[in-house]
């Protein structure tokens, strides 16, 4: 039997780096996580992304993220 896989998702709904650091737009989530996995690939001020099939499920990003944009999703 195959364990759950979990993995970080953003909400674009909710995610504005804007709001959560107006100087820089760095999301506090992509420093956050020390496996490296979730990033703002478009550049700073724009929503990361989440490399979910190389995310840990380590909860960092989550514990981060100032705006709760940022949800575990469980797969089985």
Do not use: T
């Amino acid at each position: 039997m195959q364990s759950k896989k979990s993995f970080a998702s953003v909400d674009y709904e909710i995610c504005n780096p804007k709001r959560c650091n107006p100087n820089e737009g760095m999301c506090a989530a992509v420093s956050a996580c020390s496996h490296k996995v979730i990033i703002q690939i478009d550049g700073f001020f724009e929503p990361p992304i989440v490399f979910q099939d190389m995310c840990m499920g380590c909860w960092d990003c989550i514990e981060a993220c100032q705006l709760d944009a940022i949800k575990m999703k469980h797969l089985s």
